[in-house]
């Protein structure tokens, strides 16, 4: 449990830090990040996985 301690306090002190350096407050850059961003990076993610995948089945 030490380890996932330590990851969660890294991860807290890399959004404050975050957020100092662009003026925001820790929860706008949590929502950016959790609500906006990765939400965005999974779709794209899975939109280029079925490209791909479409790809090499027209490739065979």
């Known amino acids: 449990m030490k380890v996932i301690d330590e990851i969660f306090v890294y991860c807290t002190d890399f959004i404050i830090n975050l957020a100092n350096l662009f003026e925001f407050s820790y929860y706008e ?32």
């Open 29 to 60: 850059v949590n929502t950016i990040i959790f609500c906006i961003l990765f939400p965005l990076i999974i779709v794209i993610l899975s939109l280029n996985y079925f490209r791909l995948r479409l790809i090499l089945k027209k490739s065979n």
